[in-house]
């Protein structure tokens, strides 16, 4: 029973052979419609009008997974016109449909995980067990996101009285039409718990998807209108973030964004939207940094693991990767020796075999900025794992691949400061661990950390002065990666976030999706 079993990215020792063959069936199945078309979504119509855009494969480069259509600015007007029409119902509809709706759109993603972990595996090169956790995690971030609406019985509450004849209740009441703007690296789930954030809220939604992943986002609109969603709630529109994605923030008719991605574009978006006619909320979850530190008394084999999980899944392609580790200096030797030993144990290759756990990086453009880190890391420290440029070798030369890069590196550099965004760890020797996070924090992220120590203290200490919004300690499963809706929020501090500090995955997050409102009626 393939669907029944819940795939996460922090397990497991189960028997997943049963997975394994239902996905190489998938692949056969998905591989015999590649290079389908898939049109913008404007008010239930496919649009197919825009210039049609290629995408391949980022294993091979040869391989044409789809071609979407690109939007219009024209496309935009009238997206946003249809959305805020649709709104207007959406918004009077008991909070209870809402859920069930979107409950009923989880349930489909479940239904067709397999295909659509498959799509995601060849469009941005995600490992199977990633891809089946990021379709896994989309449906569960409908239902948690659906359950909070219900626990917080669809944000009424009442308030106090000053006169026996008055009551009064607080409401929270949708925005309007918010743009949603989603990344490449958790293409189904990034998109799927922004957006039904805003549904959920009584809002309705103009998604852009990233251009690497259309047919990813197909599934989504697919999801939302099965399960019945009222056409004009969820529109997509592909395109460059620089033409579409600006055109939909700077909307007259946006009434707010929820954006991942960089920092660079996440600030830029801001300021956008507080310097119209009034301000508008962008809540936006942008890069990191992340840091994990590991103690004298760690179990040293936990720490490679963990740490080899968090900065090599996805590539190093995952906001919370981990990139710098300060490690105790009596334990620096042995606990190297672990990590290159775990390093090497990554197979490389086409992620859409089951024994490969490493794919491609997402662009030649990543590999390019990978080669950069190790280049500059040459010259000033010393690699102590990898660093080499894949392609030049056969087997990797029609793919954008980026070898597992493993550098000691002086404090002062680059590389504990900017993210990469592929799998790149600067490590450093500590003898203090209250100094080692004074340095962590003089980044200007703060998304997640981890720390391996059997001191109770320290780990107290550390989650009490490293500043991130995710923190993790002893975590074989991954160092800083692999946080769970309702189980872990993610909540991204200084750089990494957007102001409001609360998450996607914890329990503030819909509500930010809502503007507050006090009802006082006199009797
Ligand atoms: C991201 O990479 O933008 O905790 C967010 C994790 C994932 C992060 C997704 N859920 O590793």
């Not at 935009?76 to 009923?104: C, D, H, M, T």
């Not at 070798?393 to 029609?398: H, M, S």
């Amino acid at each position: 029973m393939p669907n029944k079993f819940k795939i996460t990215y922090s397990a497991l020792n189960a028997d997943l052979s049963l997975i394994h063959k239902a996905f190489d069936e998938e692949v056969i199945k998905v591989r015999a419609e590649l290079g389908r078309e898939f049109p913008s979504i404007v008010g239930g119509k496919e649009i197919k009008t825009g210039v049609l855009n290629i995408k391949t494969n980022p294993a091979n480069t040869n391989e044409v997974i789809a071609k979407y259509h690109v939007a219009t600015e024209a496309n935009v007007n009238e997206a946003f016109k249809i959305a805020k029409n649709a709104q207007k119902a959406w918004g009077a509809v008991p909070y209870l449909e809402r859920v069930s709706i979107v409950n009923k759109a989880a349930d489909i993603i479940r239904d067709r995980k397999m295909r659509i972990a498959v799509l995601m595996t060849l469009e941005v090169g995600k490992n199977r067990m990633e891809s089946l956790g990021d379709a896994e995690e989309s449906a569960d971030l409908l239902s948690y996101y659906g359950e909070q609406m219900v626990n917080n019985n669809g944000y009424s509450h009442p308030l106090g009285k000053l006169s026996p004849n008055e009551d009064t209740r607080d409401v929270l009441r949708p925005y309007g039409v918010f743009s949603v703007i989603a990344p490449f690296n958790f293409p189904m789930a990034l998109g799927a718990g922004m957006a039904s954030a805003a549904i959920l809220g009584g809002n309705a939604v103009v998604f852009k998807p990233s251009d690497d992943a259309p047919g990813t986002a197909h599934e989504l609109y697919l999801a939302f209108r099965d399960a019945g969603l009222p056409e004009g709630l969820f529109q997509v529109l592909y395109g460059k973030g620089a033409a579409i994605g600006e055109a939909m923030t700077k909307h007259p008719m946006c009434d707010g964004v929820a954006f991942t991605g960089s920092k660079k574009i996440g600030m830029s978006i801001i300021q956008t939207m507080h310097s119209g006619r009034y301000a508008k909320p962008a809540l936006v979850e942008l890069g990191g940094k992340n840091a994990a530190f590991v103690c004298a008394t760690a179990d040293l084999d936990k720490a490679a693991q963990g740490c080899m999980k968090s900065a090599f899944g996805l590539s190093g392609q995952k906001c919370s990767a981990l990139s710098r580790l300060y490690v105790h200096e009596s334990v620096y030797a042995s606990f190297i020796e672990k990590l290159i030993a775990q390093a090497k144990s990554v197979k490389i290759g086409d992620p859409a075999k089951q024994e490969n756990y490493m794919g491609p990086v997402i662009s030649g453009a990543t590999v390019e900025r990978h080669l950069s880190a190790i280049e500059d890391a040459r010259k000033i420290g010393k690699i102590i794992h990898g660093g080499n440029d894949l392609r030049t070798q056969a087997e990797f030369k029609n793919g954008h691949f980026a070898e597992p890069t493993i550098a000691e590196l002086p404090r002062e550099s680059r590389h504990f400061q900017d993210e990469f965004f592929s799998p790149f760890i600067a490590v450093t020797k500590f003898t203090d661990l209250s100094e080692a996070i004074d340095h962590a924090n003089t980044a200007e992220y703060g998304l997640t950390g981890g720390i391996f120590t059997t001191e109770k203290k320290e780990i107290e200490f550390f989650m009490d002065h490293y500043e991130a919004g995710v923190l993790y300690a002893n975590r074989a499963s991954g160092a800083t990666t692999g946080a769970w809706p309702g189980v872990q929020s993610f909540c991204g501090w200084k750089g990494s976030g957007g102001g409001s500090g609360k998450g996607g995955c914890g329990p503030y997050y819909v509500s930010q999706f809502m503007r507050e409102q006090s009802r006082t009626i006199m009797g």
